[in-house]
């Protein structure tokens, strides 16, 4: 048998090394952007940044140090320079995927930072393990900008797992639910009608709005929004406002809200105020063939009928009135318990003809306000 040579004799020193195998191994040397392992064979190893982490501008300097042991997977025995191509990230990948599965199996509540904001959703990494998260399983609500959650930590639930398929689903609306069902349920126990909330705006509807109480949500309808008269909520309430309210109603677990709290109802003083004979000024805000509605405070309308108009005859308000337009009249007739007045504009020329008239406006608001609608 023929003795070996020193370079054969060498060559049997070293391991051999498989594509796909775990090697361990030392750090001998660490550049920004390239790690170099002594693994125990004829040649060392190399780790790239892109093949260490999916941080595409991590320092690698800043994670290991020369001595640091480090295991990584084989991805190529010789790149053609006579050094082994390894991968960290690729190990960690399937250590990640294991962890990722007992997750599934359990429901096990997992935490991560956003790592990328896509247009369909949010990305996650745990344990160099990728995690999409749907844009339809962010939030219990609908989001139109994602940017927010970037760099955020977030809590979810893994919902579907293949990683063959490289399809990893994390879900978080379903935590957000269950944490907003268990915040209802202990808030219906001790909400009161009455009670007074800071509460945040949720949504908005031509309606009204939806108000987050901080465990439940109400609706503030259009007509409880204000004293005064609201034409559009959207324009009124951006969602993410902090509003004041106060609870109506309890009704089949739904909470009706207001904002009209009465020590801030106009009628408040409104006897003094507009006191039959008082010369007042408003604005006219709506028109009927009957007559003007004519804004004195806001959640204050009296009515100005056609025939207290003018000294003349005329067919309909809006021959001579237009909305918007001030005017000037004479309270003819004040309600305080039907909310009701009356104003004349004759009665400012011709007082005695008006006297005579008054009959003729009395004419209850709200009725009349009620077919408006």
Known sequence: MSEMSFEQMLEESFKTIHNGEVVDGTVISVKPDEIVLNIGYKSDGIITRSEYTNESNVDLTT??????????????????EGQVLLSYKRLAQEKGNERLAEAFESGE??????DKVLKGGLTVVVDEARVFIPASFVSDVYEKD??????????????????????????????LVADRAKAQEELMAKIAVGQE????????????????????????????????????PTKTLNVGDTIKVFVKEIKDGKIALSCKFDNE????????????????????VRMKDFGAFVELAPGIDALLHVSQISKD???????????????????VEFND???????????????????????VADVNIEEVAATEE
């Open 63 to 80: 994670v290991v140090k020369v001595g640091d042991p480090l295991s990584a997977i084989v991805i190529k025995v010789n790149d053609g």
């Open 109 to 114: 509540v997992l935490t991560a930072t956003v």
């Open 146 to 175: 994602l940017g927010k959650y970037q760099g955020q930590e977030i809590s979810f639930v893994i919902t579907e797992f293949d990683p063959k398929r490289r399809r990893i689903i994390g879900n978080r609306k379903t935590l």
């Open 197 to 232: 909330f800071e509460g945040t705006v949720k949504n908005v509807k031509d309606f009204g709005a939806f108000i987050d109480l901080g465990g439940a949500d109400g609706l503030l309808h259009i007509s409880e929004m204000s004293w005064g008269r609201v034409e559009n």
């Open 265 to 284: 109802n106009p009628w408040n003083g409104a006897a003094d105020k507009y006191a039959v004979g008082s010369v007042v000024k408003g604005k006219v």
């Open 313 to 331: 005859r005329i067919e309909k308000p809006s021959d001579v009135l237009t909305i918007g337009q001030d005017i000037e009249a004479k309270v």
């Open 337 to 359: 318990a039907e909310k009701k007045i009356s104003l004349s504009i004759k009665a400012l020329l011709e007082p005695e003809a008006a006297d005579d008239d008054a009959d």
